[in-house]
């Protein structure tokens, strides 16, 4: 979990006092860092997995079970054992996580780009769990479960040995500093960002209604599909994060919610006043022989950039709370709002669904919609557009601040309103760090392809999050959601009121980056805000036409705000980073850092050691993570390249369900890379899609948005005129493959054999991506669309064919995939339906959303048993088996030339002479 490191933490009092200049080292660092290997290249695909356990005591005469705070003892019990086994074909490490009752375990070695070693994947993750066995106690288990169903919900008996409820670092009212593991790092965390935010965190999930659930017995009943969102068959929307409106308003114990039924929908419903989206400017600047605006690298700083927005063109951005008058803008440039003086309107707001029609704007990609239109919304624009009735919203027209007091006014509720919920109420870090998950890490050919896979996965991260859901439970009570990212994103978040969005009577703070005031919109986990892959712009003309186009962030799928430390930004961009990669940076230095230990704060060497970019980065906890390769500290230090890591799956009950999920992933990526693909979608989509895949059952009920075409359209004639296809539809509808595409250059390769197609992918080239996602299935996500979407198994398929996999590796692939695709269809259940269906039909339970102490013994050891292959499930697994996980199996055995006793050998014949198959026949 991030780094660890030995010594005394500092308190936040007197850390507060060496936040400025961990902030400015930490970009020293990194700049070191970038320098030193950003020419760094030629590595090959090595990567691995994490898994999570939590340890509990199982009490069979009372039938209560209980976390059992004894994970640094077990961990150290199994490395020594590892220590002992050094040398040997397979191997694990064993590391602390946040509880004391938790460890997390990984392959000791990586695992290489062979396909070989995707078998090596299950093998490693069913050892782990072999060797956990060694060292818990009789009645100890270790389940591989997301989490804890009772956390919280018991009080000072909630764990053994028992821990008072409360404590300084916490002030919890449900769960005591005792259950934090005792390492330093985890304890410091925990206060500190309570410290930081001003108030304890504050987690409120949407509570499950069942028939009994007496939170809500003063409800109306709602008609229709119970099982839905507000009574039918829609997508209940838990915005996380977002919720401290309708906590001021209702309390602790009831939470907003929203259905899913359109992008507009989730957008209308953000009460809080939170962006979704970047707003759309047109520029107007009415004066005397005034043409447009130039571009400002910062405020007040301009850029001598030719392509300059011209009057009637649309830019994209956001205001800046930190400079009033001013727009960031999608690109990284800044425009004035208005003259200095204010008396001329420079800048002028209009509708999200606008379009320039200034052809330079277009080729640089700006004129891509921030939402995908119905197509009949779609003709009125044009109509608009060609009537010359563009909607002008200025900054002085009350029009757009009374449509936004109509919505805030439409999303008023009372308790019985489909919108409100009773809430299962959280109040510390524990809570969501004391959540178990897979993640896997990848090292790629050089910072290149790290930064676009990098960009690639954070699109696949709520699909894949989705599919894996496995959190129902909640201290003690049935969620109405599936999966424990929001639980975290909350737990972690050290955001003031003021970066929340609310009244702060203690702002500024004057140690705190951007002074504790600025406009934050994500915690410190959550999704990513930036693409950071910049590409190349080619138009296929001369490259003298783009001058100045290496000065912006190209990539326009970046359709949300993204907060940003200026002159963090500023230091990056002079140093020489590409501005995608300065954004994103300058993005995770909005933050401070959390954990500070005395003696290193100024004794620390910037040149050569990144300790203060660590404690930035390794806290920003996102649903991906783009990690540069660390200094090797001495020669015996192995090489390690680019890295990105992929964090969003949920843990399931086996090994083979994660091997799965993890062979599927490395794979996708190998995809995405040789078949040359582009997942990209605006970011706005990728944050809804991320809220919709917490709902209930959302693998299976649920739409995502998705890109539709995942490869450059074709051209042909159908007879009609010129018309652009997939080029997959030629093999769905069983056309010659070796037909060519129209389009020229499209294999060109550069040096380093990066395609034109990649180089160009983050570009939007205006009517042509007006369409380019949509909302799809799970099924169709996996399996496929259409005749324009092949779907991302097939594609696995196609690429095992492509490369020849060897038929042992591709016997157990082919088993990994049709698990996938059954549960893609609903053919299988997720782990959170199973959980959530046993609770319900458990004999003990009283339809009041309740998990008794009876429910969660008798689940922990149904979950302990699948895992361990003692007991079979066909919804979760189908027709496989798992074979028995056996604590003699744990480790590996030796064949031993020692001379045996007599005594011995006879008693050991003795054993097979007295068997059937050995007696003579007559």
Not at 174 to 183: K, M, T
Not at 225 to 254: H, I, M, P
Not at 446 to 468: G, H, K, N
Not at 858 to 874: E, S
């Amino acid at each position: 979990m991030g780094l660890l490191k030995v010594g005394v933490p500092k308190n936040w009092n007197d850390s507060k006092k060496d936040l400025r200049y961990i902030r400015k080292a930490g970009v020293s660092q990194f700049v070191s860092t970038y320098n030193r290997v950003k020419d760094l290249e030629g590595d090959e695909l090595l990567w691995g997995d994490e898994i999570e356990y939590g340890i509990f005591q199982l009490d069979d005469d009372s039938k209560k079970v209980r976390i059992a705070l004894r994970g640094r003892e077990v961990m150290d019990e199994l490395n020594r054992k590892e220590k002992l086994n050094e040398g040997k074909t397979e191997g694990c490490n064993f590391v602390p996580e946040y509880g004391a009752w938790m460890i997390e375990a990984i392959p000791r070695r990586p695992y290489t780009g062979y396909t070989s070693d995707l078998l090596r994947v299950e093998r490693n993750m069913r050892l782990r769990r072999t060797r956990m066995l060694t060292a818990l106690r009789k009645n100890e288990v270790a389940p591989s479960m997301s989490t804890f169903p009772l956390l919280g919900a018991m009080g000072e008996d909630g764990s053994v040995p028992p821990v008072k409820t409360g404590g300084p670092v916490t002030l919890s009212d449900y769960i005591g500093d005792g259950i934090i593991n005792p390492h330093p790092r985890f304890g410091t965390l925990s206060a500190n960002i309570r410290q930081r935010r001003g108030e304890k965190v504050s987690i409120r999930v949407p509570l499950f209604r069942d028939t009994n659930t007496p939170e809500y017995q003063d409800y109306k009943s709602l008609a229709g599909n119970t099982d839905g969102c507000c009574g039918s068959d829609r997508q209940q929307l838990w915005r996380y994060g977002k919720g401290d409106a309708s906590e001021e308003k209702y309390g602790k114990d009831f939470v907003e919610v929203g259905c899913s039924t359109s992008s507009r929908d989730e957008k209308i419903q953000d009460s809080n006043g939170d962006m979704t989206t970047l707003q759309k400017w047109l520029v107007d600047v009415q004066c005397s022989g005034c043409l447009g605006l130039f571009y400002r690298s910062a405020p007040n700083v301009i850029v001598p950039d030719a392509d300059w927005p011209r009057n009637g063109d649309i830019v994209v951005g956001y205001e800046i709370q930190d400079v009033p008058g001013w727009i960031r803008l999608q690109n990284g440039y800044y425009l004035p709002i208005r003259s200095e003086d204010k008396k001329v309107e420079f800048l002028h707001k209009v509708s999200t669904t606008t379009n320039p029609s200034n052809g330079e704007m277009r080729r640089i990609g700006s004129g891509t919609p921030l939402f995908r239109m119905a197509e009949e919304e779609e003709e009125e624009k044009k109509i608009a557009l060609l009537i010359e009735k563009l909607s002008i919203v200025t900054p002085t027209d009350t029009t757009h601040h009374k449509e936004s007091e109509n919505v805030s006014k439409s999303l008023s509720f009372e308790k019985k309103d489909e919108n409100f919920r009773a809430a299962i109420h959280m109040d510390a870090m524990a809570f969501g760090m004391g959540c178990c998950c897979l993640q896997i890490t990848f090292q790629a050919k050089d910072m290149d392809e790290s930064r676009f896979m990098y960009d690639q996965l954070a699109v696949m991260a709520p699909i894949m999050m989705a599919l894996t859901a496995s959190t129902p439970l909640l201290k003690g009570r049935i969620a109405d959601t599936d999966t424990r990212w929001g639980v975290i994103s909350e737990s972690v978040d050290d955001r003031t009121r003021a970066e929340r969005g609310r009244d702060d009577s203690n702002a500024p703070y004057s140690e705190y980056a951007g002074n504790g005031r600025r406009r934050i919109y994500k915690s410190r986990y959550d999704c990513i805000s930036t693409y950071i892959y910049q590409g190349v712009f080619s138009s296929g003309s001369n490259d003298d036409n783009n001058d100045g186009l290496a000065n912006r962030i190209l990539n326009t799928y970046n359709d949300i705000p993204v907060p940003i430390e200026q002159n963090t930004y500023e230091a990056l961009r002079k140093a020489g980073i590409d501005p995608a990669l300065s954004q994103h940076v300058a993005h995770l230095f909005i933050r401070d850092p959390l954990v500070i230990f005395n003696g290193a704060v100024k004794e620390v060497d910037d040149d050569v050691q990144t300790e203060h970019w660590e404690s930035i980065q390794s806290t920003n906890w996102q649903t991906v993570r783009w990690k540069p390769p660390p200094p090797r500290n001495s020669p015996n230090d192995p090489h390690i390249g680019w890295r990105t890591e992929f964090r969003s799956m949920e843990i399931q009950m086996t090994d083979f369900e994660n091997a799965a999920f993890t062979a599927f992933t490395v794979l996708l990526t190998r995809v995405i890379k040789i078949f040359d693909l582009n997942l990209y979608i605006p970011l706005s989509r990728v944050d809804s899609n991320m809220q919709r895949a917490h709902s209930r059952n959302a693998s299976v009920k649920g739409k995502f948005f998705f890109r539709r075409h995942l490869a450059p359209l074709e051209e042909s004639d159908d007879g009609y005129g010129v018309k652009y296809n997939s080029m997959f539809s030629r093999a769905v509808n069983g056309e010659n493959s070796s037909v060519q595409s129209s389009h020229k250059n499209t294999n060109e390769t550069d040096r380093n054999g990066i395609s034109r197609k990649r180089r160009t992918a983050p570009f939007a080239s205006g009517s042509d991506e007006e369409n380019s996602y949509e909302e799809m299935t799970m099924s169709e996500i996996m399996c496929g669309k259409g005749d324009y979407f092949p779907g991302l198994i097939p594609l696995v398929h196609a690429y095992l064919d492509y490369i020849n996999c060897d038929s042992i590796t591709r016997k157990r692939l082919n088993t990994y995939l049709d698990f996938i695709r059954k549960r893609a269809i609903g053919e299988l259940v997720t782990p959170a339906t199973w959980i959530r269906n046993y609770v319900r039909t458990h004999k003990a339970y009283n339809r009041d959303s309740v998990v008794t102490d009876e429910i969660a013994y008798d689940l922990v050891k149904a979950c302990t048993d699948i895992g361990l292959g003692n007991m079979h499930v066909p919804e979760l697994l189908g027709d496989v088996k798992i074979d028995p996980v056996k604590e003699e199996d744990a480790y590996e055995v030796k064949l031993d030339s020692a001379r045996a006793q007599n005594e011995c050998i006879l008693e050991l014949l003795q054993r097979y002479k007295k068997r059937d198959s050995f007696k003579a026949t007559a």
